[in-house]
């Protein structure tokens, strides 16, 4: 038994004829025939005897009239339900978010967001880029904010912006008055830099590598604020995204823009292709890209 079935069903009762709710239903009478045969041979029972013309409902008819009217009510209740559901910016999704760059970039977009749809929900998960990236592969995070990286390959990502990463050094420090620098100058330097939860932590590691030597680590930390605090003690050098320090700036430290590999942090929006979109999610990602940040390249 089907919604069609019950809806042909109905009409016949309601028309008392199989030719005038044919003509009602838009299908013909022999199709019609075919169908309440086929829904009386399902149920085992007869619904219909002819009397002066008409057709009328059996006993059994009239207790399939009742249960189908309420079906078909709950059925098309359900259905304006899901259209209204579509037509609506509600919902939730989750993002994936770095404190950094919570801080840095979604400071104002996320309220902002919040204001102009009320009744869409952002369920946050913050954490390192890497751990952000394994959420986006595994279908937990429905959309990430992440760095461009070899991984990045195998998701969906769009363009959010690009910054300048700059080495940060006490003033007092021998390199501070240096216009630029290379990731190669900084061999002899304690550093302390994220932990292994961040892409930057990556980054950095190998740029090191990549200019010949181990980079001696005086702070593995998820908190940008600790790592700027202990150059602000003279203590490590760090490197960083450039707009940490222009929303935070601290007197003692000073910024060095670098011209190697290290030069630019490219972050990106990225989401699972093979996982589904909620509506929600959808809003935010045109939202966000209607305010992007400006590069600083």
């Not at 429905?142 to 300048?164: M, N, P, Y």
């Amino acid at each position: 038994m089907d919604i069609r079935q019950l809806r042909y069903f109905l009409e016949i009762a309601q028309t008392g004829g199989y030719s005038r709710a044919a003509e009602k239903l838009s299908v013909s009478q022999p199709a019609l025939s075919v169908s309440i045969r086929k829904l009386e041979e399902e149920l085992g029972v007869r619904l219909f005897y002819t009397f002066d013309r008409r057709q009328k409902l059996t006993d059994e008819g009239v207790r399939l009239l009742a249960g189908a009217r309420k079906l078909l009510d709950v059925y098309q209740e359900t259905v304006e339900s899901v259209a209204e559901a579509g037509r609506a910016a509600a919902g939730s999704f989750t993002l994936g978010l770095s404190p950094l760059f919570g801080f840095c970039f979604f400071g104002g977009l996320i309220p902002n967001f919040a204001r102009e749809y009320p009744n869409i929900q952002i369920r946050m998960i913050e954490d390192g880029a890497n751990r952000i990236d394994d959420g986006i592969a595994n279908g937990e995070v429905d959309l990430g904010v992440t760095l461009i990286t070899d991984r990045t390959a195998s998701f969906e990502t769009c363009h959010f912006t690009t910054q300048k990463n700059v080495v940060l050094v006490h003033e007092s420090h021998p390199l501070a008055a240096a216009k630029t620098l290379t990731v190669a100058e900084l061999r002899d330097e304690p550093f302390a830099i994220f932990n292994q939860d961040f892409i930057l932590n990556r980054q950095i590691l190998s740029a090191c590598r990549m200019a010949g030597f181990q980079p001696k680590i005086a702070l593995l930390s998820s908190q940008w604020d600790f790592m700027v605090e202990l150059v602000s003690r003279n203590r490590a050098v760090s490197i960083l995204p450039k707009p940490v320090l222009d929303k935070h700036p601290v007197p003692s430290v000073r910024c060095i823009p670098l011209t190697d590999s290290m030069k630019y942090w490219d972050i990106v929006l990225a989401w699972n292709p093979r996982k589904y979109m909620p509506k929600a999610c959808r809003l935010f990602l045109e939202y966000v890209r209607e305010h992007l940040p400006p590069d600083d390249v």
